[in-house]
């Protein structure tokens, strides 16, 4: 497969600060690329590195194949969704789309025709004369996707586009951006710090915490197989289980995670090799799909444990908050992590 | 609580105030229509217009007007080019030296006039150039050129950086972006301080005084009539059409900057 965009070794340093920290990554072309991670976790400085505004402070940035220090913003073929979408005020829409166009030469009939259809294409047709400050927020949103999008660039960057949108906007917005670059085929590389935006669009995410990545995977094995705590910990919910409590229980010194969902309260059967423990149920949370219990086993370790209310009856509630529980799990459950620091 | 009416006490103070700073404006005002030509009683005998007539058939007149004119156009134009230039330098980049480069920058508007006007008079002399208009409009640039560096880098600080770099990603280089987004994102800006800057220029006296050699600005001609009794009407029909130049661009460039806001950043 060839590659879109190719980080090896690359840093970012401002002053004293490792925004970027010999991160390595290859992006395959036509793949929607997540950079998650936490504020100042380094993601979009990693995106202004591929978009050109940033210059590495060591290593090398490749974008399809061809290195790209010294390469102005302007002269690579890729294009930006800025986080604020930074939509020229004073142009109207047609103008603002048409403008990559524009500077590049294209004839006005040209352009104009072009910068329509982009418009088309994220169900903006006929908005063209108004102003930005007349859109609402998934207006310019969309905007500023289709003034990316009309110079055709081979690799689209999309710094948290979704994060300003409300819930449901955002939701619809998930969806149609993954069927734009299904059905265009451009290289996707989206920064984003919600993880379940990350986990519900990408083919791959790349896990960042303090300028360094901590995995990159696919959205399934980075949340069965979370390497580290911290990736057990910021993509989803899990119980990191440490020291002499994870070597009685995994048998191995190594921290273990384990999700909530995979935990069953009350005795496993005589015959199971599951990992039975016990402690004092401390809370219990109805979510509507889930009910969510806290418990704190004998060794102080918190337990979350989640059991979906996946019966349409009203199901008699077998617990009170209080009382000693039993809990157990499959041995497979538990995914060893490297011994590094939590989240 | 906010009440919507002051108290009288405070309400009579801010008018005495008012009247205080507007009062000897308004008897040039309304002096300039007087019918006699020496001596003044008040209330005036009559009104007339007749001292327009009278200061605008006279060549002394119109000529220091012309003067005047000429350099607040020369002074403005120089100030918007390297008022712009030096803004657009300095708002940015960090380097050696750059807080002392903006304080040098601002400086001639703090200095009294009259050091402006000593300093670039014997510069002039020792580099051998004769005082004239050339002069004057290098004195006027001086400080204009502040205002206009002052309005524009106000504004760039305000236009949000992500609308430069949104332009260069679509593939504008570093002309075509100052021509298509920096500039009409300016044009306000360069507007009201270009105004402001004519405004200083037309009525500016002092500096004007040092460098002027020979020639005659309105305010010049203005300061010379003071010796001269008997044009005292047309002395005020000419001060009423100073302040009417120099007061309307004055508040122009304010409205124009009020709502400066609206234009930048709007991405937000």
Not at chain 1, 2 to 24: M, N
Not at chain 2, 75 to 102: H, M, N, P, Q
Request: aromatic content about 8%; hydrophobic content about 45%; glycine content about 8%.
């Amino acid at each position: 497969m060839p590659l879109a965009v190719q980080f090896t070794q690359v840093s970012r340093t401002f002053g004293e600060v490792k925004a970027v920290d010999q991160v390595s990554i290859d992006i395959a072309e036509g793949e929607f690329f997540s950079l998650l991670g936490p504020s100042g976790s380094g993601k979009t400085t990693c995106l202004r590195l591929i978009a050109g505004f940033e210059q590495p402070s060591s290593g090398s940035i490749r974008i399809h194949g061809l290195e790209a220090a010294g390469v102005p913003p302007y002269q690579r073929d890729v294009n930006t969704v800025f986080q604020d979408y930074a939509l020229f005020p004073h142009m109207n829409v047609l103008d603002n789309v048409a403008y990559g166009l524009k500077v590049k030469g294209t004839p006005k009939a040209e352009r104009h025709s072009r910068a329509e259809n982009a418009l088309a294409m994220v169900a903006l047709a006929g908005y063209g004369a108004r102003k930005p400050a007349q859109l609402s927020g998934g207006q310019r949103q969309r905007v500023a996707l289709a003034r990316a999008l009309v110079n055709r660039p081979r690799v689209l960057l999309l710094d948290e586009p979704l994060g300003a949108l409300d819930l449901k906007l955002r939701e619809q917005m998930q969806v149609e951006l993954k069927n734009l670059q299904r059905q265009l085929g451009i290289t996707f590389v989206f920064v984003t710090h919600d993880q379940t935006e990350a986990l519900s669009m990408s083919d791959r995410v790349a896990v960042f915490n303090r300028g360094r990545i901590e995995q990159v995977d696919t959205p399934r094995n980075l949340y069965l197989n979370p390497a580290t705590p911290f990736v057990a910990s910021f993509v989803g919910t899990s119980n990191v289980v440490r020291g002499a409590l994870a070597e009685a229980l995994s048998g191995s010194p190594a921290p273990f995670s384990i999700r909530p969902e995979h935990i069953r309260l009350g005795a496993a059967g005589p015959d199971s090799r599951h990992v039975q423990v016990e402690g004092l149920l401390r809370d219990i949370q109805y979510q509507g799909s889930a009910t969510r219990f806290e418990v704190q086993l004998d060794s102080g370790q918190l337990l979350a444990v989640s059991q979906a209310n996946d019966s349409w009856q009203a199901m008699p509630q077998a617990w009170q908050p209080g009382q000693r529980v039993q809990a157990h799990w499959p041995q497979e459950a538990m995914t060893q992590l490297q011994d590094t620091e939590a989240y | 609580m906010h009440s919507d009416k002051a108290p009288w006490g405070l309400r009579l103070a801010a008018w005495g105030g008012l009247l205080f700073l507007h009062f000897p404006i308004l008897i040039i005002l309304l002096y300039a229509f007087n019918t006699e030509d020496a001596a003044f009683s008040f209330p005036p005998r009559g009104l007339t217009l007749k001292w327009f007539t009278v200061a605008l058939a006279r060549p002394d007149v119109l000529d220091a007007i012309s003067l005047s004119l000429q350099v607040a156009c020369l002074a403005t134009l120089i100030a918007l080019v390297l008022g712009t230039l030096a803004s657009a330098a300095l708002y940015r980049r960090s380097f050696l030296g750059k807080e002392s480069l903006s304080l040098v920058l601002i400086l001639p508007i703090a200095l009294p006039g009259i050091i402006t006007g000593i300093a670039l008079l014997s510069a002039f002399r020792s580099l051998g150039i004769e005082p004239g208009v050339f002069t004057i409009v290098v004195g006027h640039a001086t400080f204009c050129v502040v205002i206009v560096y002052n309005n524009v880098i106000a504004r760039l600080r305000r236009t949000s950086q992500s609308l430069i770099e949104a332009s260069m990603d679509l593939g504008a280089d570093g002309w075509q972006t100052f021509r298509y987004i920096i500039l009409p994102n300016l044009g306000s800006a360069l507007l009201a301080g270009g105004m402001l800057a004519f405004a200083l220029s037309f009525d500016e006296i002092i500096v004007t005084t040092f460098t002027a050699g020979h020639e005659r600005t309105l305010p010049i001609w203005l300061l010379n009539q003071l010796s001269r009794p008997r044009d005292v009407p047309v002395t005020n029909v000419v001060a009423m059409l100073v302040m009417l130049v120099t007061m309307l661009p004055i508040l122009g460039a304010y409205y124009l900057t009020r709502g400066g806001d609206a234009v930048a950043g709007s991405g937000k």
